[in-house]
């Protein structure tokens, strides 16, 4: 069965500063991985989406790395601003035919001004 | 275009009541799922849908149905409720059912079951 897990839990990191949110899966046999940030009390937006042939995927000051052989992805954040503070979430989608995805506990990630 | 949209927002119920709740999407979206999100469970599959016309059950179906009224359309129901059931519900959608399935979700439901 498909575990993901990411670590920290919680992060804290003044404003202006680059950052690094790790998550790891079991099982290498996957399709693809997307990042999520939610918002306290609201649903769930998709950030980056990477294809299991990828490499990586960018957009804007987010950068988010698949490394599938070794079961992990990160997500990079350039200058990091109080408004990025929220939960991220990664979650890959596995299984042969069930096409589901798994998703880790998240990140909670404030940035202090 | 308004994406995913959930009803109600907030519920609450006592033991053994029935409640709908309801999803639309306005994305012309062939797949929809219903997750439950539980504090340090993170967000578990309870059904799918990946076609209009099909539904399946995911990782915790038990206590709830389901019904794809339309392409647009897909409710979960709960019969009779338990407070283990007490949860923030969200519903999402995807193009297609497959390997590039990039899901977009809904606000959610914050349902309480006393």
């Known amino acids: 069965k498909q575990e993901v897990t990411q670590i920290p839990a919680a992060l804290s990191v003044p404003e202006g500063e680059n950052l690094v949110l790790n998550c790891s899966f079991t099982d290498s046999a996957i399709y693809n991985l997307q990042w999520f940030r939610q918002d306290p009390g609201k649903g769930l937006t998709s950030l980056l989406l990477i294809q299991s042939s990828q490499r990586e995927q960018t957009s804007g000051r987010l950068n988010a790395s698949l490394d599938k052989s070794s079961g992990r992805s990160t997500l990079y954040i350039a200058a990091s601003q109080p408004g990025d503070s929220a939960t991220y979430l990664c979650a890959v989608t596995s299984g042969a035919g069930s096409y589901q995805l798994t998703f880790g506990k998240g990140t909670k990630l404030s940035v202090i001004p | 275009n308004a994406g995913v949209t959930q009803t109600p927002k907030f519920q609450v119920l006592k033991t053994g009541q029935s409640m709908t709740l309801q999803c639309a999407q306005d994305?012309?979206?062939?797949?929809m799922y219903w997750y439950r999100q539980d504090p340090g469970m993170g967000l578990r599959l309870i059904y799918y849908s990946a076609s209009e016309g099909t539904t399946d059950k995911g990782e915790v179906p038990n206590g709830y149905n389901v019904s794809r009224l339309n392409k647009r359309e897909f409710s979960l129901r709960l019969e009779s409720a338990a407070p283990s059931q007490t949860s923030v519900y969200f519903c999402?959608?995807?193009?297609?059912?497959?390997?590039?399935?990039?899901?977009?979700f809904g606000p959610g439901t914050r349902l309480t079951v006393l």
């Open positions: 994305m012309n979206h062939n797949s």
């Open positions: 999402a959608s995807s193009a297609d059912w497959g390997y590039y399935n990039e899901q977009f």
